[in-house]
């Protein structure tokens, strides 16, 4: 009895060690993660939908503000996809005159069927988005083949304070070298995303930066650390310094070039070691 207690103990060993050895050969060969997915953690999509009253968001995702002047849109009422425009080598591109007229085209017949009872022709129903205006992600797919990420978003015209409250949507292919896609780093694509849609934290220490000089709101006497006051996070200061105002974090992600800290209420991404993010 004694023996088989003891070659059944061998058997388990055996067992657990071979599943060790598999799991541990299956971590090493684990892929890293791809372009998408570094976008995807990067870029929270925005939900919209329709309701009676109109355009509702269901979720806003991660604000960003235009940043290049020329980008065209579709109102989101508007069943049609909007023509993309273009961003490589620094440069943004409008779509080319046939697809802005195929829109056209495709406004007059939406029209006809709706049977308006207008004579008019159909108007071009796209619009310029301002530079500095806010917007959200909506779709974002990496086409590694032809070398573009195409990036679509919603123009959400309530976050600038506008009425009646309309919504519109944009669509920009960027272009990158060949062969970029495909090295899995995300930190060059990241950037040129942001030379046309930058991150907008929305934050008291991004508005700060941005405002024209005028009168400082009072300031506490001395720069120490106070804990009963709140913690200002801005862009630029170094990983010691965020872990010096607000400690170790819950959970630290790391992706390529960035790390990404997350605190119970707060995200916040570093790049090349200094805050790029505050969410």
């Known amino acids: 009895m004694s023996q088989t207690i003891q070659k059944a103990f061998k058997i388990l060993s055996w067992s657990a060690a071979a599943a060790l050895a598999c799991s541990l050969a299956a971590a090493q060969n684990a892929a890293p993660p791809s372009i ?6 990067q870029y929270q999509l925005a939900k919209l939908t329709r309701d009676a009253s109109g ?3 269901i979720s806003e995702g991660t604000a960003l503000a235009i940043q290049k002047d020329g980008l065209k849109a579709l109102p989101f009422a508007n069943p049609l996809n909007p023509c993309a425009s273009t961003y490589a080598d620094g440069r943004l591109k409008a ?3 046939g697809c802005q007229a195929a829109r056209q085209l495709g406004t007059g017949l939406i029209k006809n ?3 308006t009872g207008s004579d008019q022709p159909a108007s071009d129903p796209t619009v310029n988005l301002a530079v500095g205006q806010r917007a959200y992600p909506a779709k974002i797919a990496v086409d590694d083949k032809h070398d573009t990420v195409k990036f679509s978003v919603l123009a959400c015209d309530p976050c600038n304070a506008t009425d009646p409250p309309t919504y519109y949507k944009a669509a920009v292919d960027f272009r990158f070298p ?6 899995g780093d995300a930190s060059q694509v990241e950037d040129m995303i942001g030379q046309v849609f930058s991150i907008d934290s929305g934050g008291d220490a991004v508005q700060a930066q941005d405002a024209p000089a005028g009168p400082a709101p009072a300031a506490s006497p001395a720069p120490a650390p106070a804990p009963a006051q709140p913690v200002s996070i801005q862009q630029g200061q170094t990983i010691a310094a965020v872990e010096q105002a607000l400690g170790k974090p819950v959970k630290t992600i790391t992706l390529a070039s960035k790390v990404i800290y997350v605190y119970s209420d707060l995200k916040i991404t570093f790049r090349n070691g200094k805050v790029t993010d505050v969410q």
């Open 36 to 41: 998408a997915e570094q976008l995807q953690a």
């Open 55 to 57: 355009n509702v968001v």
């Open 95 to 97: 779509a080319g005159f």
């Open 113 to 115: 069927l709706l049977n």
């Open 178 to 183: 060949k062969g970029l896609l495909a090295s």
